[in-house]
């Protein structure tokens, strides 16, 4: 079978689920929460780049044969022709995810990072008997200053994939992404969908908004979070108050740096202006 490969990423509770919930309604489409072909697709090119035994075995072309392999070995068993595979670490991969398949697009989620924050907050705070594997130790988990902190970090849930975004905004493969902002899509999902079917160059189909189903309860459960990946049935904004201190939240909402991507390629569906959410027009409901 001839398959399409895209992507979904960008930055975690910001609707990647819901996404992924939605589009897997056309039957033309799989889609799912994220997968473990970015860490294996990552592992290989360590274990066969210079410095190791394996660095002259293996030839460029090697490489790129056994990358596009991994894709049709994962998904062997997927009869659906376009395939949606999510993962936060494919925007730090776009120069070999190009080489590989060069029309390849890749739909980035954002969210104000102060409702990120937020969400992830409201989480570790609803399942108050958990340990949660979104921190290393105790000192990380003492207070919402230290958990937000430590989440923030470059090489943590929120940094890594905020810095990742980052320099694939601003590099030459930028309009291979069409950037999704999660207040838009809940506001206006019809339109927010045509758009990404535009994007995609792929025919709109009619979406049923009100009965969007997704769950994993068996991974949220590995990470001491119950309810993480699953979403509303019906899309719309649902409102609520900020729990983070004031403090924290509007230092966190200056990192929206996608409403002002200037000499850039990348396409955006963000708010007009680039006005930030206020702190009490947010449900994460549908987030993932």
């Known amino acids: 079978?001839?398959?399409?490969?895209?992507?979904?990423?960008?930055?975690?509770?910001?609707?990647?689920?819901?996404?992924?919930a939605i589009l897997r309604q056309n039957p033309r489409f799989h889609a799912d929460m994220s997968s473990p072909v970015a860490p294996l697709f990552q592992g290989f090119i360590s274990q066969v780049s210079a410095g190791t035994e394996l660095s002259s075995?293996?030839?460029?072309?090697?490489?790129?044969?056994?990358?596009?392999?991994?894709?049709?070995?994962?998904?062997?068993?997927?009869?659906?022709?376009?395939?949606?595979?999510?993962?936060?670490?494919?925007?730090?991969?776009?120069?070999?995810?190009?080489r590989l398949f060069p029309r390849v697009r890749i739909v980035c989620m954002v969210r104000n990072v102060a409702w990120i924050m937020d969400s992830l907050e409201r989480q570790f705070r609803q399942n108050e008997f958990e340990d949660t594997q979104l921190f290393h130790n105790a000192s990380e988990r003492a207070t919402v200053y230290s958990r937000v902190e430590a989440l923030g970090q470059a090489d943590r849930l929120v940094g890594l994939p905020w810095h990742a975004l980052r320099e694939a905004c601003y590099s030459e493969f930028a309009d291979h992404l069409l950037l999704v902002d999660y207040d838009i899509l809940v506001q206006q999902p019809e339109r927010v969908l045509h758009l990404i079917y535009e994007f995609l160059e792929e025919r709109v189909f009619e979406h049923d908004l009100t009965?969007?189903?997704?769950?994993?309860?068996?991974?949220?459960?590995?990470?001491?979070?119950?309810?993480?990946?699953?979403?509303?049935?019906?899309?719309?904004p649902r409102s609520r108050a900020t729990i983070l201190p004031p403090d924290l939240f509007e230092r966190y909402c200056q990192l929206s740096f996608w409403h002002e991507l200037n000499d850039t390629g990348v396409f955006r569906i963000v708010p007009a202006g680039g006005t930030p959410p206020s702190s009490a027009n947010h449900d994460d409901r549908h987030v993932a």
Do not use: K
């Open 1 to 20: 079978m001839t398959r399409t490969h895209h992507f979904i990423s960008g930055l975690p509770r910001s609707g990647s689920t819901l996404l992924s």
């Open 57 to 98: 075995m293996v030839s460029r072309r090697q490489r790129a044969d056994i990358l596009r392999g991994l894709f049709d070995s994962f998904y062997r068993a997927q009869q659906r022709p376009v395939v949606f595979d999510t993962n936060r670490r494919w925007t730090a991969c776009l120069p070999p995810l190009v």
């Open 211 to 236: 009965a969007v189903q997704f769950d994993c309860p068996e991974f949220d459960s590995q990470l001491g979070l119950d309810g993480l990946h699953r979403v509303h049935p019906q899309v719309a």
